[in-house]
C-alpha cells in the first residue's frame, strides 16, 4: 500500500482526535524543554568556564623550581632549585617543542604613586611573550611591552584594568606617569578587561608589568620568581614538560626523577580534566532529561494504548474494509510519532526562545559570570531528535502491533 | 460455484471452555444467488456470515471462495478479498463516527490504492445510486438509520465486489427504511451481485428466492423458493 494514502487515513483520523493529544503534547513539550535547557546549562557552563580559564592563557604551563628530595652526585636532599633569567633562552634551544617561554619576577608591596593616589601592589617584570602566553592584551590605544623595551631596560609599565582605575579613574593611563619606588615609569597600555578564574601570584587586572630587564636592573633580584611556556602542539605537553625536566636537571645537577626539584602547573592536562568532568556533568543533565523525556514516551505510549482500547471497532471496521495489517500498524506508528514530533519541536522551539532571550537580558551578576547562560547548541538539538525519534518509535511500536493484531470479529460483535 | 464449504466448523473458545459455534456444516452458492440465513438468535448466523466474509477462518473444514481454499491465503491476501470481492453491511451499521459519508464510502478505495480523483469520482456515483448526494458531507450522527445503513451499502459496493454479506441490516430499521433496504439489495441483486442477507423478518426472507436456516450450528434446511 502506498504511503500517500496511509498518510491521508492517517491525517484525516487524527484531526479528529484532538482532545486525546493535547495533554500528551504539554509532557512531551514539558520533557524537551528541560532536557534542553538542562544541555543547554551545561555547553553554557563549559563555554563560560572555559572562557574564565582562558583568562589566565591557553594551553600554558607555569613552572616554579622546588626543593630536592632526591640526594644526586654527591650533594644533599633539600637543596632549592632557582631559575636564572637566561634559563629562557636556554630551554627554548634545548627543547625545540617550545611554541613560547619567557621568565618572570615578582614582587609584593611595592609603592606605586601617581598625583596623590599612593597604594601598595604587586610588580610583576617579564618579557613581551607574556602578551599572547598571558593574554596581556592592551586596548586601543596601548601596547604591552616589547623586545626594545626589554633591551633598554626601558621604564614603561602596562598596566591591568582595575590597577588603572584606582590610580587614574576615567583618565586615559597612556602616557602618563607613573612612581615605583619613586622611579618614575610611562604607562605605555592597559590591560583589556577579560575574565579570569584561575590565577598563580594576583589577578590581572591588579598587575603592575615592567619589563624583566628593568626589574632586575631596579630591584636586583637575582632569581626569576617562575618560568611559563607553552608548546608548539597541544598534544605534546608532557613531552615537552619532560624534556624541560631533563635539561634543567643537567643543568642545575638533580635527579631528573626528582618530582619535588620542580614543580609545575599544567593548564593543558587541568582542561583536559575538566572537559571530562564538562562531560560527565552533560551526561548527567542528559539523563535527568532524557528521563523526563522517556516519562513522556511511556505517556505517548500509554495515550495510544487507550486509543487502541477505545478504537477498536475502528480498527475492526478497517480490517473488514480491506485494511492490511500492516496499514494498520503504520497508521499507530505515524500518530506516535507525529504525538512525539509535534510535541519535541514545540519543546525544542520553546527552549531555543527562552536561551536566546535570557541571553538578550542584560544582567550583569557574579552568578552568570561563573556559570554562564544555557546556551543550546546544533549538538543538543541532534541529540534531542535522534532522543525523540527513538523514543517515538518505541512509543508507537507495542501499540501498533497491538492494534494489528485485533481480531475484526470480536471488535465488531454487535453488543 | 462462488462459495463452497465443505464440513465447516467452527469453534469458540473462551477459557477452557469450547463451543461449537458451527457444526460441519456443507453450504454452496452460485454466483447471482440471493439467499437469506434466517434462525433463531446464536444458531451461528453471525460466525457463517463472517467465515464466509473471510473476517475469521474455520476451525474445521474446507472453504473455497471462487476456487481458492481461503485456508491457504496469507493475512494480506485475506485482507485484499474482504477489500475487492466481498462488501459487508451490518446490523449497527459501523460507519466511521467521525467522518462524513463521503469519508466513510471513500475508505474501501483508499485501502485499494484508487487515486484521489477516481475515488472521488467513484464515491458521488455511488452515493448517487443511493440516493445520499445530498448527504455527502453528514457525519453518521447528522443521518436517520436508514440513511446511515444506505451509506453502509454504498461503502460496501465501493470496489463493485462480487459478493454483498448483510448481517441483519434491517434490525435498527423501521419498517419503511427497513422496506427501502430491501429494495436496494433486489437491485444490486438484478446487476449480478451474490447476496447474502441474515434476517429475522419472516417477511424480508419470503421475498428472498434462497431460504438456508440454521439451528444450534446446524443446517437445518436449505431451498430454493418456487
Ligand atoms: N467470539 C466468540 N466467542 C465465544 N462465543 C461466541 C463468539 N462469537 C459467537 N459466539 C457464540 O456462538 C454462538 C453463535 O453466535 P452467532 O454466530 O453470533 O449467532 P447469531 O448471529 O445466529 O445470533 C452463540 O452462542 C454465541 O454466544
Ligand atoms: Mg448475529
Known amino acids: ?415 | 460455484m462462488i462459495i463452497e464449504m465443505n464440513n465447516i466448523s467452527k469453534v469458540y473458545q473462551t477459557g477452557n471452555v469450547e463451543f461449537a459455534a458451527l457444526k460441519e456444516i456443507n453450504l454452496k452458492l452460485k454466483r447471482g444467488d440471493f439467499v437469506a440465513i434466517v434462525g433463531p438468535s446464536g444458531s451461528g448466523k453471525s460466525t457463517l456470515m463472517n467465515l464466509i466474509g473471510c473476517l475469521d477462518l474455520p476451525t474445521k473444514g474446507n472453504y473455497l471462495l471462487d476456487g481458492r481454499e481461503v485456508k491457504h491465503l496469507s493475512s494480506n491476501e485475506l485482507a485484499e478479498v474482504r477489500n475487492k470481492k466481498i462488501g459487508f453491511v451490518f446490523q449497527a451499521f459501523n460507519l466511521l463516527p467521525y467522518a462524513t459519508a463521503f469519508e466513510n464510502v471513500e475508505l474501501p478505495l483508499l485501502f485499494a490504492g484508487v487515486k484521489s480523483k477516481n475515488r472521488k469520482e467513484r464515491v458521488h456515483e455511488i452515493l448517487e445510486k443511493v440516493g445520499l448526494s445530498d448527504k455527502m458531507e453528514n457525519k453518521p450522527t447528522e443521518m436517520s438509520g436508514g440513511e446511515m445503513q444506505r451509506v453502509a451499502i454504498a461503502r460496501a459496493m465501493a470496489n463493485d465486489p462480487e459478493i454483498i454479506l448483510a448481517d441483519e441490516p434491517t434490525g435498527n430499521l423501521d419498517s419503511k427504511s427497513g422496506a427501502a433496504i430491501v429494495d436496494l439489495f433486489k437491485e444490486l441483486w438484478k446487476s449480478g451481485k451474490t447476496i447474502i442477507v441474515i434476517t429475522h423478518d419472516e417477511k424480508i426472507a419470503g421475498q428472498l428466492p434462497r431460504i438456508v436456516k440454521l439451528k444450534d450450528g446446524l443446517i437445518e434446511s436449505n431451498g430454493y423458493a418456487n
Open chain 1, 1 to 415: 500500500m502506498k504511503l500517500s494514502i496511509i498518510i491521508s487515513v492517517f491525517l484525516r483520523d487524527f484531526r479528529k482526535q484532538k482532545k486525546r493529544i493535547a495533554l500528551t503534547l504539554l509532557a512531551l513539550g514539558w520533557g524537551t524543554i528541560s532536557i534542553m535547557l538542562l544541555l543547554g546549562f551545561g555547553e553554557g557552563l563549559q563555554k563560560q568556564m572555559t572562557l574564565n580559564n582562558k583568562g589566565m592563557g591557553e594551553n600554558i604551563t607555569i613552572l616554579w623550581g622546588g626543593r630536592t628530595l632526591i640526594p644526586y652526585k654527591g650533594m644533599g636532599k633539600g637543596r632549592r632549585i632557582h631559575f636564572l633569567p637566561e634559563d629562557a633562552e636556554y630551554l627554548k634551544k634545548r627543547v625545540p617543542e617550545i611554541d613560547l617561554i619567557g621568565g618572570e619576577y615578582s614582587s609584593w608591596g611595592i609603592k606605586l604613586k601617581y598625583g596623590d593616589h599612593i597604594f601598595t601592589n604587586h610588580v610583576v617584570g617579564c618579557t613581551p611573550e607574556y602578551e599572547s602566553m598571558r593574554n596581556f592584551i592592551p586596548q586601543n590605544g596601548g601596547r604591552m611591552i616589547n623586545a626594545l623595551d626589554m633591551k633598554d631596560k626601558r621604564r614603561v609599565a602596562f598596566i591591568g584594568l582595575k590597577l588603572k582605575e584606582k590610580l587614574y579613574g576615567d583618565e586615559d593611563a597612556v602616557g602618563k606617569q607613573v612612581f615605583v619606588n619613586s622611579m618614575p615609569f610611562t604607562v605605555v597600555g592597559v590591560m583589556i578587561d577579560k575574565l579570569q578564574n584561575n590565577s598563580y601570584g594576583g589577578m590581572d587586572e591588579d598587575v603592575f608589568v615592567m619589563p624583566a630587564t628593568t626589574f632586575k636592573a631596579m630591584f636586583g633580584n637575582q632569581y626569576l620568581d617562575n618560568i611559563v611556556y607553552r608548546p608548539k602542539n597541544v598534544s605534546e605537553n608532557r613531552l615537552v614538560f619532560e624534556k624541560i625536566n631533563e635539561a634543567l636537571a643537567a643543568k642545575y645537577k638533580f635527579d631528573p626523577n626528582d618530582d619535588e626539584a620542580l614543580s609545575d602547573w599544567d593548564t593543558i592536562e587541568g582542561s583536559r580534566e575538566f572537559n571530562n568532568i564538562m562531560l560527565g556533568i552533560k551526561i548527567f543533565m542528559g539523563i535527568i532529561g532524557g528521563l523526563t523525556l522517556l516519562i513522556a514516551g511511556v505517556g505517548v505510549s500509554n495515550i495510544m494504548y487507550v486509543s487502541i482500547k477505545e478504537r477498536t471497532r475502528e480498527i475492526g471496521i478497517k480490517m473488514a474494509m480491506g485494511a492490511r495489517k500492516s496499514f494498520i500498524m503504520t497508521q499507530f506508528l505515524l500518530e506516535a510519532m507525529l504525538i512525539t514530533f509535534s510535541g519535541g519541536f514545540g519543546g525544542m522551539a520553546i527552549s531555543y526562545i527562552m536561551t536566546e532571550s535570557f541571553k538578550r537580558i542584560p544582567i550583569d551578576s557574579q552568578v552568570l559570570t561563573f556559570l554562564g547562560r544555557p546556551t543550546i547548541s546544533l549538538e543538543i538539538g541532534l541529540i534531542v531528535i535522534t532522543i525523540l525519534s527513538v523514543m517515538g518509535i518505541f512509543s508507537g511500536l507495542f501499540p501498533a502491533i497491538k492494534a494489528a493484531s485485533v481480531n475484526p470479529v470480536e471488535s465488531l460483535r454487535y453488543e
